[in-house]
């Protein structure tokens, strides 16, 4: 089985990501980050707005339209609000970057096989499959950049095939920016750099800057034209927004230097291994390829001081990091893999005794774990809860039996089939912790509007969730401590909790409002006042 998989890398890493992310791609519920994008290809679709963005009619000039405009071509093809399909794209680059992750790892002379199982801890690594829910801008501006240089490695390292190698990644970097501006410049190519002038150093460079020369000013096409064409078409909203994006960068969400130091554990399940590849004195006398090991150490490293000079700092912004750290732990399992079994040394073995024994008792664990958390709700998730534990307790043995027999190659792989079989056995019981009762769709505004033939407006800005479930604009008509009142003599009017009696008190001498639901979108037994409204039907006295 092993032989098969490792003969067809390629369709083994597609097989993995439809089967860990693409057939269950509906269940998880859709988060702040995803709503902005799908909002925002629903209006490209509904009004056109191809170009200059919008979201709930409001100019959205914070993220490049790239990612959003295959979001909007994937909605034409499967439904403007199908979930799978809006989705589709964003897990398709994760199989994106996880393709050229093999390829990169060849051409750092690592085996086939090697490759393939660096392919396989990328696309496996938390904050990569979770960033696809979470910010799914993300993994495209650092797939289109590992892409972009892919081939900026090959324009360094070669000499034939220049002036492709330079075009062909200014085009893959220009993707990068038109996805996420500057961001994945300075997060994964820059260290990138610092790290190739370190270890490989700039061999013939002069010879190449023409060459050079061509990738910038392909990469800076691409990705800029869109900037200067909103700047030139919407100067006043664009530099307004730019203001408020450039701002964060030193005011919002600040953390201190160290805030990113942990980073090794937003691998998931390979955070020991993770670890592990990091000890550079221990490893460095271990791999077969110093250089590519030091080139993969010194990007890994780099890439996390540079962002730690950031002040803004969110745990999703380390998901670049993982993509030099997958390389980086590919050492330390290949050395595992090739010399565990006849190490007699307690250091090489203690951490995998402990880091696979521990997933082990995970696995073997969850059957047993599962009916107390599915409590009274187990009878409806019974064939899931079956496959789940079925596959899971024979994953748990046999990483054990395969551990006794000092077998790291078997472990490993049964490691990847772990994680997979969770995402597609075990993935549709998380619906049981999104359940709450007082749950209650806006979405179902649309027959209260047409029953009464009144529209709707709020006061203050929906959030993204609200305004991605309503399908549809709603105004906000209350802005800078101001409440415009819209022209009609019956309206509906969504009102948050903390703002309730102000806008009512301010209201009641003109007009009758009817207190007629209360829309709720938190899941289980979050309740975050930002997913509350409660709607009034507003009519003059």
Not at 68 to 93: D, E, V
Request: glycine content about 4%; aromatic content about 16%; hydrophobic content about 50%.
């Amino acid at each position: 089985m092993i032989k098969t998989i490792e003969k067809y890398p390629l369709a083994t890493i597609c097989i993995v990501i439809v089967l860990m992310l693409i057939v269950n791609l509906n269940i998880p519920a859709v988060t702040i980050m995803e709503a902005r994008n799908f909002i925002t290809a629903r209006e490209m679709i509904n009004d056109n707005n191809w170009l200059l963005t919008t979201m709930n009619g409001e100019p959205r000039y914070q993220k490049p339209p790239l990612p959003t405009w295959f979001t909007a071509i994937s909605g034409i093809i499967f439904g403007a609000n199908n979930l799978i399909g809006l989705r589709l794209p964003a897990a398709l680059m994760v199989l994106f970057l996880g393709v050229f992750i093999y390829y990169f790892s060849l051409k750092l002379q690592l085996t086939k096989r090697h490759s393939f199982r660096n392919s396989l801890i990328i696309i496996t690594s938390f904050y990569v499959f979770a960033i696809i829910n979470e910010a799914p801008w993300d993994i495209f501006a650092h797939g289109f950049m590992i892409a972009g240089l892919y081939y900026l490695f090959l324009f360094f390292k070669e000499n034939t095939s220049v002036w492709k190698n330079a075009l062909i990644s200014g085009i893959f970097i220009g993707f990068s920016i038109m996805s996420k501006g500057p961001v994945s410049l300075f997060a994964v190519l820059l260290p990138f750099v610092i790290s190739y002038s370190i270890v490989y150093k700039f061999k013939d460079f002069k010879t190449k800057i023409g060459h050079l020369i061509i990738l910038f000013i392909a990469s800076i096409i691409i990705g800029g034209w869109w900037f200067i064409y909103v700047r030139l078409q919407d100067p006043e909203a664009f530099l307004a927004i730019a203001t408020k994006e450039t701002g964060n960068w030193s005011s919002y969400n600040v953390k201190p230097f160290y805030y990113y130091w942990s980073f090794f554990t937003q691998s998931g399940l390979w955070t020991i291994p993770a670890f592990i590849g990091l000890l550079y004195p221990y490893l460095i006398k271990r791999v077969d390829n110093k250089k590519a090991y030091q080139f993969s150490f010194f990007w890994t490293i780099s890439a996390v001081i540079l962002l730690s000079l950031i002040p803004e700092k969110k745990a999703r912004y380390l998901m670049p990091v993982l993509i030099p750290l997958a390389f980086n732990t590919g050492f330390y399992i290949q050395y595992l893999i090739k010399h565990f079994n006849n190490s007699k040394s307690k250091i090489d073995k203690i951490p995998a005794y402990f880091n696979f024994g521990l997933i082990a008792l995970i696995a073997i664990s969850i059957p047993f774990v599962l009916p107390f958390v599915l409590g009274d709700n187990f009878k409806e998730y019974i064939i899931s809860y079956t496959l789940t534990s079925i596959s899971t307790l024979t994953i748990g043995v046999l990483i054990i039996l395969f551990l006794i027999k000092k077998d790291i190659k078997k472990v490993f792989y049964l490691t990847v089939t772990f994680i997979m079989v969770l995402f597609l056995f075990g993935l549709p019981i998380a619906e049981n912790f999104t359940k709450n009762e007082a749950y209650n769709s806006i979405n179902k505004l649309h027959k209260i509007e047409l029953k009464n033939n009144i529209s709707t407006y709020s006061v203050g800005s929906l959030t993204p969730e609200l305004i991605w479930d309503y399908n549809g604009i709603i105004k906000d008509i209350y802005k800078n401590n101001t409440l415009v009142l819209p022209s009609e003599n019956n309206f509906g009017l969504l009102v948050m909790n903390e703002n309730n009696e102000e806008i009512i008190s301010k209201l009641n001498n003109k007009y009758n409002l009817k207190l007629t639901e209360t829309y709720n979108l938190n899941s289980g037994s979050k309740s975050k006042e930002r997913l509350i409204r409660k709607f009034y039907i507003v009519s003059k006295k």
